[in-house]
């Protein structure tokens, strides 16, 4: 049987925008299920999942919450100027569910349907060459694309988690413990003081 925070997930947009105060949208269920965070915190999902929400949680329903945002009319994707990308990388660092493509110093592109429409990639961009457009009409409808976000999103933080691991794992290779310096140190010593002996030298 599902816990209350998956109940109170499989509710929300699956954006992963961070408007409600939290990375992503499961660790807002998880805080909405342990009381820590009010329904009313999701701008993407908006009245709508208010309501189920409250009827979820058993409470009576309220209007979102304006400190965490509005809810917008229409739903929206990101575009890349291409003629203007200078490569940076950072767009593709910041997105939650790894919907925009391109290596570092060349041009970035956004996949239209993939991207959840979190904005996300507009504050790191420095010269500003992203604009938020309406949805195309040619794309599945938001709703249906929650589990894909969702989904893709997961993956994301596994491979970044298994990066940082695997950067970790390369410092440790690369940087001797420093009992390891201690020795070599103390051997440093001992051949020195050889040496001196041999030659008749002072310690």
């Known amino acids: 049987m599902s816990t209350l925070a998956e ?8 954006t992963q925008c961070t408007r409600c105060g939290y990375p992503g949208c499961r660790p807002y269920a998880e805080a909405v299920a342990a009381g820590a965070a009010d329904i009313n915190q999701c701008p993407p999902g908006g009245a709508a999942t208010v309501a189920a929400l409250a009827d979820l949680v058993g409470v009576p329903p309220k209007p979102l919450n304006p400190a965490y945002g509005t809810e917008a009319e229409n739903p929206t994707v990101a575009v890349i100027d ?3 990308c200078i490569g940076c990388f ?11 493509i391109g ?13 959840s429409g979190c904005e996300l990639c507009l504050p790191p961009c420095p010269v500003d060459c992203i604009a938020m457009v309406p949805r195309p009409a040619s794309l599945p409808a938001t709703g249906t694309q929650r589990e894909l976000w969702r989904r893709r999103h997961t993956m994301r933080q596994a491979r970044r988690s298994r990066e940082e691991q695997a950067r970790k794992d390369a410092r440790r290779q690369r940087a001797p413990s420093l009992q390891e310096q201690a020795r070599g140190i103390d051997i440093g010593a001992a051949v020195a003081r050889a040496r001196a002996r041999r030659t008749g030298g002072a310690t």
């Open 82 to 84: 291409e003629q203007r």
């Open 7 to 14: 109940r109170i997930d499989d509710l929300l947009p699956q």
């Open 90 to 100: 950072k767009c593709v660092l910041a997105c939650p569910v790894d919907a925009i």
């Open 103 to 115: 290596a570092a110093k060349r041009m970035h592109t956004v996949i239209a349907a993939e991207c």
